[in-house]
């Protein structure tokens, strides 16, 4: 009697396995599809998007800085922070 029990939790156990093992070469399958899918749709959106950012911050007013004020303080010896 004790056999069949061990030989049931045995192929018990074999069946988990082989379910587990199933289950994650088809996430591994699914994921190595789509990855280079969502590698292409993420470099379109994103590169696209860096460069608007980039052309918007160069064009936005005051963007440029001005340091004539601080030219005036050198030339003159007036300065804010030290002698």
Do not use: F, L, Y
């Amino acid at each position: 009697m004790p056999r069949n029990g061990r030989r049931a939790r045995v192929e018990k156990d074999v069946s988990a396995v082989v379910a587990v093992t199933t289950i994650s070469t088809i996430v591994v399958i699914i994921v190595v599809a789509v990855m280079p899918m969502v590698v292409t749709m993420v470099t379109v959106t994103v590169t696209p998007a860096i460069v608007v950012v980039m052309v918007a911050m160069a064009m936005a007013p005051g963007s440029q800085q001005d340091n004539s004020n601080q030219r005036k303080a050198c030339k003159t010896g007036h300065h804010d922070i030290g002698p």
